[in-house]
């Protein structure tokens, strides 16, 4: 009988090996690992054990509740002479007498999450534990990303930008990630094991954890709180009193940390950003190459027919149930599809916000972008409703007080606009809509459109109206300020024309979603002249507008004009975001691990109100110690100066962002960030 080896000590060596598999940034008093990719332990022996080597040495490694080695969360392995790069594999070498090193190498399409790793001598030996990782390092994993760049922005960077607001007014929205944050990781890994494909059947879906597609529509699940314990609840009403409004996370660990503290009940509140950027987190914690994702224009089909069809009565009040988001924000993640055809590896969209269902759970994707370019809505998953979101056609019509309907404006163009992510290594936008569409009118574009078997296409060729009806602004529309919006029409027949116009401004949410008027115009008898044009003038007054919208500043302009003669109607409609005032960073001192710099920030009070309750947030990754710091201002002048400073002592070298957030009882959602080089 072979002897035992009799181990004193066992040491995993996570220092080195969490530096070699990009994973150094969780810590290293834990071995996290990623697969496919060889990591090294020293086995120290008892005084009088030597280590023969033609004595034969199996490993065992497992993971799950209850490991199987049909659903390969066990595997028993041997050491080689070779580390072999399809399977389970180790080898082993001497130190010194007492003193032997085994290298072990995980199968590439392994299932990730904790494992246990013993020696079998017998009986198991346990030797630790180790976390598994997706490899987008390693040619094998199905993660793989060739280009080192986009490894360092989708999967180590922990800090970005999101977009928000409007195609022609599109803002950022500096954002902490932190899936290095202490904690994260665990947490990330619990948001796995609360789904309900584990609750149900948890060897089955930890087996299935080899797959990133798998594990991305777990996510899409899990983010949203619609059916399980999921992390987030999403709120569109505007009542945020008894939670965190949405538009006040900067960062995702706040919010995993808040689930996780509370025994995993869902967080108050979210929207779509919030959503996406928590996903991005875990999928980039778990190795996921993963990013946010804006789309202007993003449409809800609510019948998947791909026509936006937008119903209004004579009051032109919106009453149908399909709607157009004035933007919309998902995740985009890459891998392979070996569940699909060859060619739509690459980047894939899942959408967590919970808007429809798909297989019985509110989730979306993950699909291909490729195939919502090339019309292919038989991809799975949930390839219509993505395409629509980026596709549809939209058709309105008035419905009239004696039940007619009348058909007003069509547009193809209308959705999905400016699609948009962060560059690789710079702070700026990217536009990407040529990944999901091609251009807009062209021969491509109607032909994918007819492919996607969409049998309600608008006629395109219809006749230029006889009165044309336009919204224009100003270029400056300062929140505080006063401003004047205007409604041009013109008559571009040889009649003259008697019209009725109304022109009118009201709040609105980045969902679509009305608030409260602020202001109104009407004409009930204009004339015009054959070729003549007028412009009416809509005065927006703080006093008004100020009252009515929220924390997103945004208005909605709409103007509906009723030919006196013909009976047709036209409408115009336009959103417009409203300007902040800047808020400015400075940094005294060298940022150097270790040493402490001083931050200085600055806010002017554009409205003529008294600002109370107003504080500035700092929170930066590796910055501010995993947690936001908050420095309260008091009360702030009419068309005053804010200003806070902070003292902070970097912890980690390298490129680290730092996002300032102020708010105030009247303003509030102001961001700006600075990117700190920190040397060591």
């Not at 002479?81 to 072990?104: C, F, H, Q, Y």
């Not at 999403?234 to 949405?246: A, C, F, K, L, V």
């Not at 929140?479 to 571009?492: L, M, P, R, T």
């Not at 008697?498 to 401004?505: D, I, P, S």
Request: glycine share 6%.
């Amino acid at each position: 009988m072979e002897q035992a080896l009799e181990i004193e000590s066992v040491d995993l060596e996570c220092a080195v090996n969490n530096v070699e598999h990009h994973t150094e940034l969780n810590g290293v008093d834990r071995l996290v690992v990623r697969r496919g990719q060889p990591f090294s332990v020293t086995l120290h022996l008892r005084p009088g054990t030597t280590f023969n080597p033609g004595v034969s040495i199996n490993l065992i490694v497992t993971t799950g509740p209850q490991p199987s080695d049909v659903m390969d969360t066990e595997v028993k392995f041997g050491l080689s002479k070779l580390i072999s790069p399809v399977r389970w594999s180790g080898t082993v070498s001497l130190k010194s007498e007492r003193a032997t090193s085994v290298t072990i190498c995980s199968h590439p399409n392994a299932p990730i999450g904790l494992y246990q790793l013993a020696l079998d001598q017998g009986t198991g030996v346990s030797l630790g534990q180790f976390v598994l990782l997706f490899n987008p390092w390693c040619k094998r994993d199905s993660v793989y990303l060739a280009n080192e760049a986009e490894r360092q922005e989708y999967v180590l960077s922990q800090d970005g930008l999101l977009y928000r607001g409007k195609p022609k007014r599109i803002s950022e929205l500096p954002w902490t990630f932190g899936q290095f944050e202490p904690g994260m990781l665990d947490i990330c890994l619990k948001v796995l094991d609360q789904n309900l494909k584990y609750l149900q059947d948890p060897v089955q879906d930890c087996s299935n954890r080899r797959s990133p597609v798998y594990v991305t529509r777990v996510l899409s699940a899990m983010i949203n709180s619609s059916d399980d314990k999921g992390v987030l609840e999403g709120n569109w009403s505007g009542n945020y009193e008894d939670g965190i409004r949405p538009t006040a996370w900067k960062d995702s660990c706040s919010i995993l940390r808040q689930w996780y503290n509370q025994n995993c009940m869902a967080v108050e509140y979210g929207q779509c950003w919030v959503f996406a950027a928590v996903a991005c987190t875990v999928s980039r914690a778990l190795g996921i190459p993963c990013r946010v994702v804006t789309n202007y224009g993003s449409a809800h089909d609510t019948n998947s027919n791909l026509v936006i069809e937008r119903y209004y009565n004579s009051d032109a009040e919106d009453i149908g149930d399909d709607s157009i988001w004035n933007f919309h924000v998902w995740v985009e993640s890459w891998m392979t599809r070996p569940d699909l055809k060859l060619g739509y590896e690459g980047w894939q969209a899942s959408d967590p916000t919970p808007q429809e269902t798909s297989d019985g759970v509110f989730c979306c994707g993950p699909v291909p972008v490729r195939a919502i370019k090339e019309g292919d809505l038989s991809a799975s998953y949930d390839a219509p409703f993505v395409y629509a979101e980026v596709n549809a056609d939209v058709i309105e019509y008035v419905i009239l007080d004696d039940g007619s309907t009348v058909k007003m404006d069509s547009s193809t163009t209308e959705v999905g606009q400016c699609i948009s992510t962060k560059a690789v290594g710079r702070d700026e936008r990217e536009d990407i809509t040529h990944l999901y569409k091609y251009p807009e009118g062209s021969e491509e574009e109607r032909q994918v459109y007819e492919k996607a078997n969409h049998q309600n296409r608008l006629i395109q060729n219809e006749e230029e109206p006889g009165l044309l009806l336009k919204i224009k602004v100003t270029p400056s529309m300062e929140v505080g300020s006063d401003f004047d919006v205007y409604a041009q029409v013109k008559n571009n027949t040889d009649a003259k024309k008697t019209f009725r116009l109304t022109f009118y401004a009201q709040a609105v949410t980045y969902s679509g979603k009305l608030g409260e008027s602020c202001g109104l115009m009407e004409l009930t008898g204009a004339n015009l002249a054959p070729t003549e044009g007028l412009k009416v003038t809509l005065p927006l007054q703080y006093s008004t507008y100020g009252k009515a919208i929220t924390q997103e500043r945004m208005v909605r302009l709409v103007a509906l004009l009723i030919d006196k003669e013909t009976k047709e109607y036209h409408r115009a409609t336009r959103t417009i975001v409203l300007d902040i005032p800047s808020l400015d960073i400075f940094v005294q001192g060298d940022a150097k691990v270790g040493q402490p710099i001083r931050v200085e920030v600055k806010l002017h009070n554009p409205l003529p109100d008294l600002l109370e309750n107003c504080m500035f947030s700092f929170q930066g990754a590796n910055l501010t110690d995993s947690t936001t710091i908050s420095k309260e201002v008091g009360t702030v002048d009419p068309k005053g100066l804010a200003t806070a400073e902070l003292e902070l002592t970097p912890k980690v070298s390298g490129i680290r962002k730092l996002v300032v957030d102020f708010n105030s009882d009247k303003l509030g959602n102001i961001q700006n960030y600075t990117n700190l080089v920190i040397k060591e």
